[in-house]
């Protein structure tokens, strides 16, 4: 079963806008990471925040994590049309190491 | 970051033939790799985890006779998709942690596509 559920599941902006995407889990987390994939691609790691931290900054990336409401958000600022991709949410659990679950994603257009 | 190779990044093969996939870490030892299968506009979902020199793990409900796993050394991980039928046409991904990875960091190959007919 997924461990990560997002929403939402696609999401269509204008360059300049920020995108705001969601992921909510069900288990104790060591860590949460967030992915990027383009089309027919391999995955991208943008970054990983966890369990005791509860927000995290890279460039444009900014990504929270309330593990009292199991729930973390990635927020793209002043986006550009080449952040058109999906993007996953994916948990390390406390009971298993080095494995991942992932989200289903956010489909992400940005158009110019 | 530590760059991971995937082999073939496409194959199209016949239903009932045997197909290798080679995953590969490039810059470092990757002491654990996994396997993911990807349907189209899916998730990733782990099929299992193989340690070097060791016997894989797979997830429930992954058939490992089906999908053979062999790490045989800490650079190399191999997915034979044996008498392979239409359903298991899909998007197949590895990824690699180990010494250059940072703590729970995994690198994922570009993937592999493959499509049964």
């Known amino acids: 079963s997924q461990q990560g559920e997002e929403d939402p599941q696609a999401l269509s902006i204008q360059e300049g806008e920020n995108a705001t995407m969601n992921c909510s889990y069900k288990?104790?987390?060591?860590?949460l990471q967030w992915y990027r994939q383009n089309s027919g691609r391999g995955l991208v790691h943008l970054i990983l925040?966890?369990?005791?931290?509860r927000e995290k900054h890279s460039g444009r990336l900014r990504v929270t994590l309330d593990t009292s409401k199991k729930s973390s958000s990635l927020l793209i600022t002043a986006s550009r049309a080449a952040d058109t991709a999906s993007y996953f949410c994916?948990?390390?659990?406390?009971?298993?190491?080095?494995?991942?679950?992932f989200g289903a994603g956010t489909q992400v257009v940005v158009t110019p | 970051g530590a760059v991971v190779s995937q082999h073939p990044s496409r194959v199209i093969c016949k239903s009932g033939t045997s197909v290798k996939i080679e995953c590969r870490s490039l810059?470092?030892?990757?002491?654990?790799m996994f396997w993911y299968r990807q349907f189209p506009k899916k998730s990733l979902m782990l099929m299992a985890t193989?340690?070097?020199?060791?016997?894989?793990?797979?997830e429930q409900g992954v058939e490992k006779d089906k999908f053979l796993i062999n790490h045989a050394s800490l650079t190399l991980s191999t997915l034979t998709v044996t008498s392979a039928h239409p359903e298991d046409s899909s998007f197949y991904i590895c990824?690699?942690?180990?010494?250059?990875?940072?703590?729970?960091?995994?690198?994922f190959g570009p993937g592999t596509r493959l499509t049964v007919l």
């Open positions: 925040i966890r369990s005791n931290e």
């Open positions: 990824s690699a942690s180990g010494s250059l990875a940072g703590a729970n960091e995994q690198f």
């Open positions: 193989s340690n070097e020199g060791s016997k894989a793990t797979y």
């Open positions: 994916a948990t390390e659990g406390t009971d298993s190491w080095g494995k991942l679950q």
């Open positions: 288990t104790s987390i060591n860590n």
């Open positions: 810059d470092f030892q990757a002491t654990t």
